[in-house]
Every structure is written in structure tokens, then in C-alpha cells.
């Protein structure tokens, strides 16, 4: 996605080799007008795919997703990171662990509002290691629902996640996927 891709090279920051900063209209602050395209984006590349829900991992991930169900006209589920204090029993819950953070957090999804027989398409900003989307991948599957792909608006390519992830069958479209990072430099596959 190319005005995606500018914004990245105008106002995204490679912080290191491997991480990169989109504080400005992806994570702290967001461009939702970018996000409406961004969903419009994937809402074009997903339309045979039969999505009856799309769904996401809180925070950064709403942005994106929400404007992908808008654009496909489906209902947004989202994934949380930690389990809700209120004892329910229609909750579904796997470890997962973030590289990023260094720890492991209890991904939480409500079963009620994922029907089997659904066909989710799974919207996250960042694709790196895969470690949240394959466990949003087992709660999903877990709840009944097939997996109709994976959506990431940026995923870096040099991590393993997008390639764990086509191995396992499903199917993985980045609109900005990244090839390499230096401080100072960005280059696109
Ligand atoms: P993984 O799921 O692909 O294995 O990745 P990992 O656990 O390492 O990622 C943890 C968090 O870091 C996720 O957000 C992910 O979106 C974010 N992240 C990964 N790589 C980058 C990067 O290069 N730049 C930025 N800005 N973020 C990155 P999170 O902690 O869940 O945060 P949030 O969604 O609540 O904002």
C-alpha cells in the first residue's frame, strides 16, 4: 500500500535493527483518515475470502481493525491481554509471550461472540514474531471459528512471524511488509 509505505518512510523512526517507531499515526497518536484506507486496503485484498468477522488484539490493533469490519460491514472482536477479574465461564484463554516486553500474558477472548462456523479475518498493526497471532489463532479455532487470514498493516519480514505463519496454511497479507531496518533507513520487500 504506497501512501502507507510513504508515511513510514516520511514519519517512521528505525529505532535499532528491529524496532520500528510509528508513534504519530499508528500507536500513540493515530491518522484515521490512513486507517480508513488501511481498512478499505484490506478490505479489497480479503473480499473473497467469505469474512464474517474480523478481530484484533487490544490496543494498537483497534484502530486498523475497526476500520476493516467498517469497510467489510462485519462485526469487531477483540482479544485481551489479560482476563477479566468478574469469574465468567464463556471465556477461552492462552499464554503468549512478547518478545518485545519480555514476559508472558494470558490472551483472552469471550466465545460468545465468535459463532462456529465464523470465518475470521485476524487485523493486527504489527506482524513480528507471530506469538500473538498464533494465539489469537488457537482461541479463535478453539471457539470454532476458521481462520480466513491474517491482515498486518506493517509485519517485518527479517522476523519470523509472517513465514511461521504461511508454513501453518493461513494466509498473510502486510501492507507494508519491511525487509530490512537501520537507523535512518527502511526498505520495503
Ligand atoms: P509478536 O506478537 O509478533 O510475537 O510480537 P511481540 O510479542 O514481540 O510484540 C509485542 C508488542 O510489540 C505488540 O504490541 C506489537 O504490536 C509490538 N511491536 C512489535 N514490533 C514492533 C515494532 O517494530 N514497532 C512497534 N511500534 N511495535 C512493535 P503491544 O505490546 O501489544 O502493544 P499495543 O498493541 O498495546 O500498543
Redesign the pocket.
Known amino acids: 500500500m504506497e501512501m502507507l509505505k510513504q508515511r513510514i518512510l516520511q514519519d517512521g523512526r528505525a529505532l535499532s535493527g528491529?524496532?520500528?517507531?510509528?508513534?504519530s499515526f499508528l500507536?500513540n497518536q493515530v491518522d484515521v483518515k490512513l486507517m480508513q484506507a488501511v481498512g478499505e486496503a484490506f478490505a479489497r485484498r480479503f473480499a473473497n475470502a467469505g469474512v464474517t468477522r474480523v478481530a484484533t488484539?487490544?490496543?494498537?490493533?483497534i484502530a486498523p481493525a475497526a476500520m476493516t469490519a467498517l469497510a467489510m460491514d462485519v462485526p469487531l472482536v477483540i482479544l485481551k491481554?489479560s482476563a477479566s477479574r468478574i469469574l465468567q465461564d464463556d471465556i477461552l484463554q492462552t499464554e503468549?509471550?512478547?518478545?518485545?516486553?519480555n514476559a508472558p500474558y494470558q490472551l483472552t477472548l469471550k466465545k460468545r461472540f465468535v459463532q462456529p462456523g465464523d470465518r475470521v479475518l485476524l487485523i493486527?498493526?504489527?506482524?513480528?514474531?507471530?506469538?500473538?497471532?498464533f494465539g489469537c489463532i488457537r482461541l479463535l479455532e478453539g471457539a470454532g471459528a476458521g481462520i480466513a487470514g491474517v491482515g498486518a498493516v506493517i509485519a517485518?519480514a527479517f522476523?519470523p512471524?509472517m513465514r511461521k505463519l504461511r508454513e501453518a496454511g493461513y494466509r498473510v497479507e502486510a501492507l507494508a511488509p519491511v525487509k530490512s531496518m537501520a537507523e535512518g533507513k527502511i526498505e520495503f520487500e
Open positions: 528491529d524496532v520500528l517507531l510509528v508513534d500507536n488484539v487490544e490496543s494498537s490493533g491481554k503468549v509471550f512478547s518478545f518485545t516486553k493486527d498493526d504489527f506482524l513480528a514474531n507471530g506469538e500473538a497471532a517485518k522476523q512471524g
